[in-house]
């Protein structure tokens, strides 16, 4: 009997000593944020875009840039965030350089159409590193094309 009072004793004690630990919170380099999907880390980036007079801020934000040589003529350039699948959003055009294309698609959440996007800065030597800023214009709809929505927005996103 004393062998059990003896062990639940130090169960007891051992449970109290890591409950009162506390962990300290992770220290990341500057410009990152928490990914609120599973702790994740991505560097800092936003989009934001107004459609039917509300303002949405989605984040994590990320890019890929896809050079000529690998999707010919120009490239591709494709940004995204969010992880709500009603914000989501999703932005797509065919270019590498800064400047001013057409937006082949813009995507949030069920909604789609296209637009102008305006690429202010495209650094991006590696295709997902770098920074990609910019504005963007637009209309979308859901699928059967009805309810059309005017939308606007901007992005800074470094990866």
Not at 4 to 24: Q, W
């Amino acid at each position: 009997m004393n062998k059990l009072y003896y062990k639940l004793f130090m169960i007891l004690i051992l449970a109290v000593a890591i409950s009162g630990c506390k962990l300290d919170p992770p220290i990341y380099p500057e410009g990152t944020v928490a990914n609120p999907d599973g702790g994740a880390i991505t560097t800092g980036g936003t989009i934001t875009y107004m459609m039917d007079g509300k303002t949405t801020t989605v984040k994590p934000a990320f890019f890929q840039v896809i050079s000529s040589t690998q999707l010919p003529p120009n490239g591709n350039t494709q940004i995204g965030a969010g992880s709500d699948p009603q914000n989501m959003f999703s932005l797509t055009a065919e270019t590498t350089v800064a400047g001013t294309f057409d937006a082949g698609i813009i995507m949030v959440g069920s909604l789609i159409g296209e637009g102008t996007v305006t690429f202010t800065e495209i650094n991006a030597p590696s295709g997902l590193k770098g920074t990609v800023k910019g504005t963007f214009t637009g209309k979308v709809s859901d699928l059967s094309g009805e309810g059309e929505k005017d939308i606007t927005g901007s992005f800074n996103i470094t990866m």
